[in-house]
């Protein structure tokens, strides 16, 4: 079964740092590119980062550049989202999502279930 | 960034009627557009990539139209399970900006 599973998602302090993980299964891991998206309570969605393949072409939403980090273990089956310098904005359930394509934008056809990251004091 | 807006934001309707949602571009994105059904409490599910192509396992009611800077998502006929958040997304460029959603409820 294909299958992506977000984990690491709580409740943290504005400023500190939190990192998400997801866990592939199902499929070739490492023929895909990969995405983070977000949706804040009631909102619609927000696509955060998203990585290739290979790591070689890396992106960001400009609300999380230089406080977010994407990256993926192709060995693990893994990808990750280390977010730094939280912000109540930043609290959302945040998506893992498969794209169609290795490298280039295709569409997102296979997503988990979401991890909750809240950030309150 | 190319942004996207959704037309209607919300639309009432009844089992078995033609429903229409337009997504426009704020510049020509080629056939780089998807579109998603979200239900609450659920993660988002593809319906239609490059702007018409059927994603697997997805019923033949739901069509996608359009090139450029405008296109539609249409439901020949709305099942119960169709009642719905539907989302377009625009993957010509980075960032792969989603539209603010149309909601579709019972009428």
């Known amino acids: 079964e294909v299958q992506l599973v977000e984990s690491g998602g709580g409740l943290v302090q504005p400023g500190r740092s939190l990192r998400l993980s997801c866990a592939a299964s199902g499929f070739t891991f490492d023929d895909y590119a990969m995405h983070w998206v977000r949706q804040a309570p009631g909102k619609g969605l927000e696509w955060v980062s998203g990585i290739s393949w290979n790591s070689g072409s890396i992106g960001y939403a400009d609300s999380v550049k230089g406080r977010f980090t994407i990256s993926r273990d192709n060995a693990k089956n893994s990808l990750y989202l280390q977010m730094n310098s939280l912000r109540a904005e930043d609290t959302a359930l945040y998506y893992c999502?498969?794209?169609?394509?290795?490298?280039?934008?295709?569409?997102?056809?296979?997503w988990g279930q979401g991890t909750m990251v809240t950030v309150s004091s | 960034d190319i942004q996207l807006t959704q037309s209607p934001s919300f639309l009432s309707a009844s089992v078995g009627d033609r429903v229409t949602i337009t997504c426009r571009a704020s510049?020509?994105?080629?056939?780089?557009l998807a579109w998603y059904q979200q239900k609450p409490g659920k993660a988002p599910k593809l319906l239609i990539y490059?702007?018409?192509t059927l994603q697997s396992g997805v019923p033949s009611r739901f069509s996608g139209s359009g090139s450029g800077t405008e296109f539609t998502l249409t439901i020949s006929s709305l099942q119960p399970e169709d009642f719905a958040t539907y989302y377009c997304?625009?993957?010509?460029?980075?960032?792969?900006?989603f539209g603010p959603g149309t909601k579709v409820d019972i009428k």
């Open positions: 510049q020509g994105i080629s056939s780089y």
């Open positions: 997304q625009q993957l010509n460029s980075y960032p792969p900006l």
């Open positions: 490059a702007a018409s």
């Open positions: 999502a498969k794209d169609l394509g290795s490298v280039e934008l295709r569409a997102f056809d296979i």
